[in-house]
């Protein structure tokens, strides 16, 4: 069974930086491409981020381009994404995602002083 | 980046009718579009690929068309288990973009 685990949010200061992490099971990591897409509170759904399976190759809106990075450790079979200089409007249900089929449960991420 | 426009954003319908759901692309997406279903507090669902394949496990009631830049998911005999946001996403270019959403509600 695939499953996705997300980790790591929380408060934190606007301008600070938080890293997330996304441990994945059920399936050959290495093989996927994976993704982070975040949902704000009440709002609609917004891609963040991908990587190519290899990690070699990554993908950002440019609402973030810069500031978040999204990395892999295919050993661990873990994604990362990175968050650099972080806005109240980062505020959001941050989601791992396999492809469009598989997504965790997510994970809160509240960037308020 | 491709704007997708879903409409209404709200809708609200009795058991047992048939609701439509439409998104507009700001261009061609070559098909590249997919139905998500979020029920409150729950991670998004998806519910079809390709505009018109049903993911596995979804019920035939549900389906998907259209083409180029126009795209519509209907729910025949609305059931109660189907209350819940419902988004399309175009997955043709980077940046993935989605639509605004239409919340299901039963009257």
């Known amino acids: 069974e695939v499953q996705l685990v997300e980790t790591g949010g929380g408060l934190v200061q606007p301008g600070r930086s938080l890293k997330l992490s996304c441990a994945a099971s059920?399936?050959?990591?290495?093989?996927?491409?994976m993704s982070w897409t975040r949902q704000a509170p009440g709002k609609g759904l917004e891609w963040v981020a991908s990587?190519?399976?290899?990690?070699?190759?990554?993908y950002y809106p440019d609402s973030v381009k810069g500031r978040f990075t999204i990395s892999r450790d295919n050993a661990q079979s873990t994604l990362y994404l990175q968050m650099n200089s972080l806005r109240s409007e980062d505020t959001a249900t941050y989601y791992c995602?396999?492809?469009?089929?598989?997504w965790g449960q997510g994970v809160v991420v509240t960037v308020s002083s | 980046d491709i704007q997708m426009t879903q409409s209404p954003a709200s809708l609200s319908a009795s058991l047992g009718e048939t609701v439509t759901i439409e998104c507009r692309a700001s261009e061609d997406i070559y098909n590249g579009l997919a139905w998500y279903q979020q029920k409150p507090g729950k991670s998004p669902q998806l519910l079809i690929y390709n505009v018109n394949t049903l993911h596995t496990g979804v019920p035939s009631r549900f389906s998907g068309c259209g083409s180029v830049t126009q795209y519509s998911l209907k729910i025949k005999s609305l059931q109660s288990e189907d209350v819940a946001s419902y988004f399309c996403?175009?997955?043709?270019?980077?940046?993935?973009?989605f639509g605004s959403g239409t919340k299901l509600e039963i009257k």
């Open positions: 990587i190519t399976p290899s990690g070699g190759t990554t």
């Open positions: 995602t396999r492809g469009a089929y598989y």
């Open positions: 059920g399936f050959t990591f290495s093989n996927f491409w």
């Open positions: 996403q175009q997955y043709y270019d980077y940046p993935l973009t």
